[in-house]
């Protein structure tokens, strides 16, 4: 993984470096890099680096022999002594060290209230895990990326997308009790599907305003259980002006998912036209798919079958023969079968 090098991340170094009266050379030697390339890098003269680079240079500059409990946090106290709060969202390498790397203590007080909440909502660990790792995927496609925050420029504007992605067994695992660490986003994520179902009896996306209210809740009761992050994140993410960036962000999405829409119904009308009875049969087994698992039916709609190339009808129907055969394999599993969860 690599970051970019802001503005803010290349002055934290170079008052790391003054504070400690280190080198260019001596911290050069450390990291096995040239004199040079540590000047252009306090200069700002170095556009990306390596997590592992960065992280060797800042555990050097800090001496903290641990790096979450001792470098991380003396970084942040500096960093926050002269960069203007509205920056950080552009501080990917600072988000992805504190909120998704940092490990983050579980408090089985808070773990016990939120398994409490989970029963009483009526709300499935299943649909919990799908819909944090759904809401995670949402434009743009960072199939790539897992548990990483990801930094890009959309008109003009920084944006932040955060993909993390959770099993089931994993959250099973935290909310009885048996383990001790996770992350930060983990904790907020949860708490954030939990009062979202509770207030709205959905797992899908909300409107902007209605995020607003769970993001805020979400934040303030962690606030109780004492569950931060370094940076203030919950406070950030709930905050009007990233709430109005990612809703413009959206806005923008939504005029380019209709376009998109127009060309998929256009083919299903020529469908149509061709064998009535057939798309209309399509058209409701799709439906109702949906239906059975929205999650499941996105990650199938993104094979890319395109990438199959000029194959020839004979390999085509081989392909859907095969498919139709797995999805009657299952289909004949046993109920109690089906619903039994290998860990």
Request: proline letters at 3%; a negative charge; glycine letters at 4%.
């Amino acid at each position: 993984m690599k970051f970019k090098v802001t503005a803010e991340l290349a002055m934290l170094l170079k008052i790391l470096q003054n504070q400690g009266d280190i080198s260019a050379k001596e911290l050069a030697a450390q990291i096995g890099k040239s004199p040079s390339y540590v000047s252009k890098l306090e200069n700002g003269d170095v556009k990306m680096i390596r997590r592992e680079d960065l992280t060797q240079i800042l555990k050097y500059l800090t001496k903290g022999n641990d790096f979450f409990e001792e470098t991380l946090p003396a970084a942040v106290r500096c960093l926050q002594s002269f960069m203007e709060p509205e920056r950080l969202s552009e501080q990917i390498w600072l988000l992805q060290y504190d909120i998704v790397d940092r490990p983050v203590k579980v408090d089985p007080e808070l773990v016990e209230d939120i398994s409490a909440r989970i029963e009483k909502s009526g709300l499935s660990i299943e649909d919990l895990v799908a819909a944090s790792n759904a809401e995670s995927e949402t434009p743009p496609d960072f199939s790539n990326a897992s548990d990483e925050i990801i930094g890009y420029r959309y008109r003009d504007t920084d944006m932040i997308r955060m993909r993390i992605t959770m099993t089931v067994p994993e959250i099973y695992t935290i909310l009885e009790g048996k383990k001790e660490f996770t992350n930060f986003l983990t904790i907020f994520t949860i708490v954030f599907q939990v009062s979202k179902y509770e207030r709205y009896k959905s797992t899908s996306h909300v409107p902007p305003d209605q995020a607003r209210i769970i993001l805020r809740d979400t934040r303030m009761y962690l606030d109780y259980y004492n569950v931060h992050s370094l940076t203030g994140y919950g406070r950030m993410i709930s905050s009007e002006e990233f709430l109005n960036r990612q809703e413009a962000l959206l806005d923008s999405f939504d005029s380019v998912h209709s376009e998109i829409l127009d060309e998929i119904i256009t083919g299903f009308h020529a469908a149509l036209k061709h064998d009535v009875m057939k798309a209309t049969q399509a058209l409701d087994h799709l439906r109702q798919s949906f239906g059975w698992d929205l999650a499941f039916m996105m990650k199938l709609l993104e094979i890319p079958y395109s990438t199959l190339g000029n194959m020839s009808y004979y390999y085509k129907k081989q392909l859907l023969d095969e498919i139709m055969e797995l999805v009657q394999h299952y289909a004949d599993m046993p109920d109690m079968e089906k619903k039994m969860e290998n860990y």
